[in-house]
Structures are given as structure tokens and as C-alpha cells.
């Protein structure tokens, strides 16, 4: 009986691909992520191949440039969406904000309480990411189109070589490490801490040397780069930022198929997006327990101390509406999709449990 059943959704989904009118992989997308094969982002790419060579029936071919091809960092990479020699690209908020500064929203620090919260807010058609995708065509001239924002690394969280983080005053002194950006290092002040920029590349040597005592990143980032054996040994689970990525497309390259096509293309963003929210999760919980096995001290803040980082943090939202180009409007709309995303969960979180 299941093979049957199985037998009679491969003919479903085999017709459902020969609707489409059939076009002799007349479209190429050129895709690529300055990450590796470890990295959600691939996680992710692999997944949109799949879906939008299988769905268009052969009429769109995706070739993948998996680190940097074809660029190398934010500015190289949307330029390169923008003239049309690549045509599709992820990037985080720090390496968009040069074009797109009001991205940097993302980096807003207690806004979003859980992945559900986030996954909601983040959603294609969610008041938030359509004033994103307005305002990137806009600012970009109808060059550039924001397809989807995933994630990239699951949850920024403070971590450090010196003490258990517990509360904001726990903060007082540390030398964080942070991007050249002005908002992060706003953040890490409004907490009481000293932000000091640092390469990626130079974070190793500085945890071992003190030239920074302390970081903002996800856990499998900090396991991928060894920190622990450089003396990262104590990690918060506050959660601070959702490590959200944004995914940009050519628009010309999109608008040039036909609608049919347009249609594979956005599915396979969604397909792609979902891969992303989904990687992290999994791939944190092998993180986790082996930063705990090589004696990281992992800390969970209770709601009330959360709470109070959340009342320190403050000042930062006000510093980014007053002196980020858009910073208003993209504030207003992720307010305004948290409340929403809040209030459809909690309406199923009560029905669940009754």
C-alpha cells in the first residue's frame, strides 16, 4: 500500500513539472556564498538547486560558486547583483549595511524572544520583510530584489574568557570584540563592556593574547573556530540577535523569466529559507554539548535577568531610528511584525495546551 501511495505522488509531482511549459534550460542562475560546505548557507544553495532545476523541469540550471569566485566581500557581492554578473547572493546585515544600512535592524538586540517569533516575523509577506524588500529596490534603483531573509548561525550570544555572564553589570569592563559597525558597537557599550573591532581571521590570536576578552556569535561559529582552545570558555545564552541572512537576486535576471519560472524561482527561495532555519538547530546541539564537554560553562539567564539586559540595551534603539538612513521605518515595521508574529503564537501556544 505505501509503495502505491508513493508510486502515485512521483507521477503527481512528475506532472506537476511537465505543466510548465518546457524551455531548454534557457535560464541560468549564477548563486553563490562567500561560506563553505559546513556553512547553513550551503545547507541552504543545495537545497534551491534541487528544487528550482527539478520544478522548472529543466529550464532553469543553478551553478553554485561556494566562497569567493566570484567576490569577496558585501561590496564586491552587490555590485556584482547590481551589473548582472552574479545573480544570486547571501549576505548578513554587516555586510549589506554599506548599501542597505537599515538592514542592520536585524542587529537590534531583544527583539525577537524565539526562533518562532523570528520564523514568523521573517516570513515572505510579514509587514517587516516586505518594507525591507521596498526599500532595498528602492535604494538600489530596481537593480537589486530581496528574496528571503534565513538564518546564518542560529542566535548571537555573549561569550567570553574571564567570567560567567549572568547579569548586564557582569559585563562591566570586558573588552568585546565586534565588526567596524557603529550599532554593534553601541550595543556593547549601552551594556557596560568596551567594544574593540577586530578581523575574524585575528579573533584566535586575540582570545589568546587578551587584546579582547569576549565575542557576540553563534555557537557553531565558536566551535567551528577552536575559541574554546584559546580561552573561550564561558557562554550566555541571551540570545540577543537572530543572525538573519539575506538573500538578493538580480532583478532583471528575475524579471527576465517567464512568470511561470518566477514562480519556480520564489518556491525555491522558500525551500531555501526553510533549509536555513532548520541547519542551525540541528547543527547546535552537537556544538553545545561538546563546548560543555571541553569545560565551557554554559549559562541560561532567567527571565528577569534576560529582562534586564533587554532595559540596558534600550538606549541602542533609539541611537539607530535617529542615526541610521531608513532606521525609523525598518524599526517600526520589525515592532510591528514582532507584535503580530506574538499574538497569532500565543493564540495557538493557549489552544495547544487545553
Not at 119 to 133: D, K
Not at 156 to 164: D, K, L, Q, V
Not at 322 to 343: H, I, P, R, W, Y
Request: charged share 20%.
Amino acid at each position: 500500500m505505501l509503495k502505491r501511495l508513493f508510486s502515485t505522488l512521483l507521477v503527481a509531482a512528475m506532472m506537476a513539472g511537465a505543466s510548465l511549459t518546457a524551455y531548454a534550460a534557457d535560464f541560468t542562475i549564477r548563486a553563490t556564498a562567500n561560506s563553505n560546505e559546513n556553512d547553513e548557507d550551503y545547507d541552504g544553495l543545495i537545497v534551491f538547486k534541487n528544487y528550482v532545476e527539478s520544478a522548472s523541469n529543466g529550464a532553469i540550471s543553478v551553478e553554485l560558486f561556494i566562497g569567493t569566485q566570484l567576490c569577496s566581500n558585501g561590496t564586491e557581492c552587490l555590485q556584482g547583483i547590481a551589473d548582472g554578473t552574479i545573480d544570486v547572493v547571501i549576505q548578513t546585515s554587516g555586510g549589506t549595511a554599506g548599501l542597505f544600512p537599515f538592514v542592520q535592524v536585524l542587529d537590534l538586540p531583544y527583539l525577537m524572544a524565539d526562533d518562532r517569533v523570528a520564523e514568523s516575523v521573517l516570513a515572505n509577506g510579514s509587514e517587516f520583510v516586505s518594507t525591507m524588500q521596498d526599500m532595498v529596490a528602492a535604494k538600489s534603483g530596481g537593480a537589486i530584489r530581496l528574496m528571503t531573509i534565513g538564518n546564518t548561525g542560529g542566535w548571537r550570544n555573549f561569550a567570553n574568557t574571564r567570567r560567567r555572564v549572568q547579569n548586564p553589570s557582569d559585563m562591566d569592563g570586558l573588552k568585546i570584540r565586534t565588526v567596524v559597525a557603529d550599532l554593534p558597537q553601541e550595543l556593547v557599550r549601552a551594556l557596560g563592556a568596551s567594544p574593540t573591532p577586530i578581523p575574524w581571521p585575528e579573533l584566535f590570536t586575540s582570545f589568546q593574547t587578551g587584546v579582547v576578552e569576549g565575542s557576540k556569535n553563534g555557537i557553531t561559529d565558536i566551535m567551528n573556530m577552536k575559541f574554546p582552545d584559546a580561552g573561550l570558555k564561558y557562554v550566555t545564552l541571551d540570545g540577543h540577535a537572530y543572525m538573519g541572512a539575506l538573500w538578493f537576486m538580480n532583478n532583471d535576471k528575475f524579471m527576465s523569466m517567464p512568470e511561470e519560472l518566477r514562480m519556480v524561482v520564489a518556491d525555491g527561495f522558500y525551500q531555501l529559507q526553510q533549509a536555513t532555519f532548520a541547519s542551525p538547530k540541528r547543527k547546535s546541539i552537537q556544538a553545545y554539548s561538546d563546548f560543555v564537554a571541553g569545560g565551557g560553562d554554559l549559562y541560561v539567564p532567567t527571565p528577569a535577568e534576560k529582562a534586564a539586559f533587554k532595559e540596558a540595551a534600550a538606549p541602542v534603539y533609539d541611537w539607530f531610528k535617529a542615526n541610521v538612513d531608513g532606521g525609523t521605518e525598518a524599526f517600526d515595521a520589525l515592532v510591528a511584525s514582532v507584535a503580530v508574529a506574538e499574538g497569532e503564537i500565543n493564540k495557538v501556544r493557549m489552544a495547544d495546551t487545553k
